[in-house]
């Protein structure tokens, strides 16, 4: 609802439910009529709630479905016929309707994540990470096999047994310095070969 018909409909007088029967008030929502549809919303609010809550079950869900229900109304009051019944008890079935078919619709949700429920299983496909790691570790061996013998025993120190640049140094009988630019050198030839950006 727009703005201005909001202060329309503020300012104007409601019509009165009790005086005003449901179904010339569905006639004239039908018409577009924006106070008729407040009288009818006035007289059937809480009937259409109560109704989707006893269907429901949960009070917010019904109340989604008692706006739904008034939306529908307001969009189809045209097709109201009062020959076939009285405006509250169509209005009703509408709600009935609405409300069985969100319960429907809520228990095929819940039976979809109940089929398809992963709670249990795995995070992550585990062959597809087991491949990935497998081939990676191909990677990085091959890779390593192209540095040469001083720069690999560097590395291999370093970063698979934890050495700092100084246990390395003592441990290849090298200064820190030359072990420093060893493993730099190996680092960016590792880098190179395994295709990973600087």
């Given at each position: 609802m727009s703005?201005?018909?909001?202060?329309r409909?503020?300012?104007a007088?409601?019509?009165?439910s009790?005086?005003?029967?449901?179904?010339?008030?569905?006639?004239l929502?039908?018409?577009?009529?924006?106070?008729?549809?407040?009288?009818?919303y006035d007289?059937?609010?809480s009937?259409?709630?109560?109704l989707?809550?006893?269907?429901i079950?949960d009070?917010?869900r019904?109340?989604?479905?008692?706006?739904?229900?008034?939306?529908?109304?307001?969009?189809?009051a045209?097709?109201f016929?009062?020959?076939?019944?009285?405006?509250k008890?169509?209005v009703l079935?509408?709600a009935?309707?609405?409300?069985?078919?969100?319960?429907?619709?809520d228990?095929?949700?819940t039976n979809?994540?109940?089929?398809?429920?992963?709670?249990?299983?795995p995070?992550?496909d585990?062959?597809?990470?087991?491949?990935?790691?497998s081939?990676?570790?191909?990677?990085?061996k091959?890779?390593l096999?192209?540095?040469?013998?001083l720069?690999?025993?560097?590395?291999?120190?370093?970063?698979?047994?934890?050495?700092t640049y100084?246990e390395?140094?003592?441990?290849?009988?090298?200064?820190?310095?030359?072990?420093?630019?060893?493993m730099?050198?190996?680092?960016?030839?590792?880098r190179?070969?395994?295709?990973?950006?600087a």
């Open positions: 703005p201005s018909a909001q202060l409909l503020a300012d007088p409601a019509y009165a009790d005086t005003a029967d449901l179904g010339d008030l569905l006639t929502v039908g018409r577009g009529d924006e106070r008729a549809f407040a009288a009818v007289a059937l609010g009937s259409v709630y109560g989707a809550r006893r269907v079950r009070p917010s019904a109340e989604e479905v008692a706006q739904e229900v008034f939306i529908q109304v307001w969009q189809s045209a097709r016929d009062a020959s076939r019944g009285s405006a008890s169509w079935t509408l009935h309707r609405r409300a069985v078919d969100a319960v429907r619709h228990q095929a949700a979809r994540e109940n089929k398809y429920d992963w709670s249990n299983g995070d992550f585990e062959v597809e990470e087991t491949v990935t790691i081939l990676e570790h191909e990677q990085v091959r890779c096999e192209g540095l040469t013998e720069q690999r025993e560097a590395v291999n120190l370093a970063y698979y047994k934890g050495y100084a390395v140094a003592t441990a290849l009988g090298a200064n820190t310095a030359t072990v420093k630019t060893r730099r050198d190996g680092i960016v030839r590792l190179d070969c395994m295709g990973v950006e």
